[in-house]
């Protein structure tokens, strides 16, 4: 299983790239040594961790996003479920609602997408 867990200053990268994608590298580095004020080797040292996790990738120079923010989310969340609660989705909805009272939007929205659940999707 691929780790998608980020640390703050990896999650800033991201930003960048998926922000501007795609981009050339020799930009990236310019805006990570004004964002981050990063040298040029931490950039690409980030840059090639990111791509062997699967989010992005460089190719001939164009640093592009292989995964989109949405979908690095959505495998983070399934990570964290995996991880912490045995990969049982209720068990980790029954955690997050205990102690917390849902609004009727809430329970609306939950119910939405339960109801329009598709095993294709």
Same mark, same amino acid.
């Given at each position: 299983?691929?780790?998608?867990? /980020? ?5 800033? !990268? ?16 310019? /805006? ?13 040292? &980030? ?8 989010? !992005? ?5 164009? &640093?592009?996003? &292989? ?13 964290? &479920? ?9 068990? !980790?909805?029954?955690? !997050? ?25």
């Amino acid at each position: 299983m691929t780790d998608y867990k /980020l640390g703050a200053v990896e999650s800033r !990268f991201a930003d960048i790239v998926w922000n501007r994608e795609p981009l050339p590298s020799g930009e990236l580095v310019k /805006l990570c040594a004004q964002e981050l004020e990063w040298k040029k080797s931490t950039t690409y040292t &980030v840059l090639k961790k990111l791509c062997e996790k699967g989010l !992005f990738a460089n190719d001939n120079g164009t &640093v592009r996003a &292989v995964m989109t923010r949405e979908e690095y989310y959505a495998a983070q969340s399934r990570q964290f &479920v995996e991880e912490t609660f045995e990969g049982s989705l209720p068990a !980790f909805i029954s955690a !997050f609602s205990s102690g917390r009272r849902l609004t009727e939007q809430d329970v609306a929205e939950i119910r939405s997408l339960l109801d329009n659940w598709s095993p294709l999707s």
